[in-house]
């Protein structure tokens, strides 16, 4: 059987700390371009996370922000092989504008970075973000 982006590591969260997993199917159909920097993959990672959570019946309590996008990340890492970083993870599971600092040995000892949900500050109302990729760059 094969799962989708993130179920084998949710899976064994699941067995090891809490409960004795359910079987389940999903099936994704996406056409999400890879590796152009989006965080699409990550976004079906925590989408697929969420929902499982939800099909669980996973309290937020007994699963922290911090432990799920580290979770999604090492799904993306171990899964996928995908080379990512926590940024994506963090700002899809806790949503808005966040502080993070990924201090080395914070990050050794815990397994994720401190974050902190910054509620005084507004995006600006139009914020667009490209990048530019000229001929015989990548």
């Given at each position: ?18 409960y004795i997993a359910r079987c389940i199917s999903i099936t994704l159909f996406i ?99 490209g990048k530019i990729i000229k001929k015989g760059m990548k």
């Amino acid at each position: 059987m094969v799962f989708p982006p993130g179920c084998v590591s949710f899976l064994l969260y699941l067995n090891v700390h809490i409960y004795i997993a359910r079987c389940i199917s999903i099936t994704l159909f996406i056409d999400v371009i890879s590796q152009v920097g989006l965080a699409g993959s990550s976004a079906i990672c925590t989408a697929t996370f969420k929902a499982l959570m939800e099909y669980y019946k996973i309290p937020l309590h007994t699963f922290p922000k911090e432990i799920q996008s580290s979770l999604i990340l090492s799904a993306e890492q171990d899964e996928l092989k995908i080379s990512a970083g926590f940024q994506d993870r963090v700002i899809q599971v806790y949503g808005g504008i966040m502080y993070m600092d990924f201090e080395r040995s914070f990050v050794a000892q815990y397994g994720y970075g401190r974050y902190e949900k910054l509620t005084n500050i507004s995006p600006p109302p139009r914020l667009w973000l490209g990048k530019i990729i000229k001929k015989g760059m990548k």
